[in-house]
């Protein structure tokens, strides 16, 4: 596909919330046949069944029509997320496939790892596998999208809880660091991996990042403004995406204090950038 879909954003949200196939087809009375066509764009999706689509992932139906992935896991009975959110961290609940798919791509690289390993990986068949997912560099695709939606989605929440420019900056500085370092695993996919995207999917995931980084860039500039901030924003986004390569749970030091050390440092690449 070219870009984002309805059926891709069920897709997304039902591996996110743990849900199978199956079970999702059980809960709306229709057959595994007709998920399937739905998350493939094979069948016209009615509004009632994206509304009832969406209840039962726990969605917002507008996120589904956007065709936006589901990026935050949310488990069941807790609430949404509300402010401070960005800075909270569950453990993230793939669906298996992308989960055991992940840990082979970071151990042994995406191109090394072949269906068959994921396949004993997630305990599945490689018919299982196929039947979800057409190919490898789809399961990567996805993983792609929900590392790209979560890190933006975080870096919005965390810029809209300063209460002046600089003060959102360094939020956002310390969102991107704090994401790096506790999904070290899909982060260290996405700056690693991005030779295993072609056509579309890889134009598609650099837009995302790149408006990352625009993003940054943004906010910087309106702490300095006047000033060429696009050298010291790409040193500060390039320091962030370099932490999975270091840092470790069982440290020194934990992750938030790391992430609020960065913040210091990107303060001091910015006022370098007004002199």
């Not at 009615?46 to 969605?59: F, G, K, Q």
Request: proline share 5%; aromatic share 6%.
């Amino acid at each position: 596909m070219t870009e984002q879909t309805v059926g891709r954003a069920v897709r997304s949200a039902r591996r996110v919330r743990g849900v199978s196939l199956r079970a999702l087809a059980r809960k709306l009375s229709v057959s595994p046949a007709t998920i399937s066509a739905i998350e493939n764009d094979h069948t016209r999706l009615t509004v009632e069944r994206l509304h009832r689509i969406a209840e039962i992932l726990d969605v917002p139906a507008s996120r589904l029509l956007r065709g936006e992935p589901t990026a935050l896991p949310i488990p069941p009975g807790q609430p949404r997320p509300e402010a401070g959110s960005w800075s909270h961290y569950d453990d993230l609940r793939l669906d298996p496939v992308l989960a055991a798919s992940a840990r082979l791509f970071v151990a042994q690289g995406f191109h090394a790892t072949s269906m068959r390993g994921i396949a004993a990986e997630a305990s599945m068949s490689v018919a299982g596998i196929y039947h979800h997912f057409p190919s490898k560099e789809r399961i990567l695709v996805d993983l792609m999208d929900l590392t790209m939606a979560e890190i933006k989605w975080r870096l919005l929440a965390a810029r809209d809880e300063g209460n002046d420019e600089a003060e959102s900056f360094g939020l956002m500085v310390e969102s991107l660091a704090l994401f790096h370092a506790v999904r070290g695993d899909l982060a260290f996919l996405g700056a690693s991996e991005m030779r295993g995207l072609s056509g579309a999917d890889l134009k598609r995931i650099i837009g995302m990042r790149n408006e990352v980084q625009h993003l940054l860039d943004e906010q910087a500039a309106l702490v300095a403004p006047g000033a060429d901030v696009r050298i010291p924003c790409r040193a500060i986004a390039t320091m962030c995406t370099s932490l999975p390569s270091w840092f470790r749970n069982d440290g020194p030091l934990t992750a938030e204090d790391v992430a609020k050390q960065y913040v210091a440092f990107a303060m001091a690449l910015l006022e370098g950038a007004t002199l």
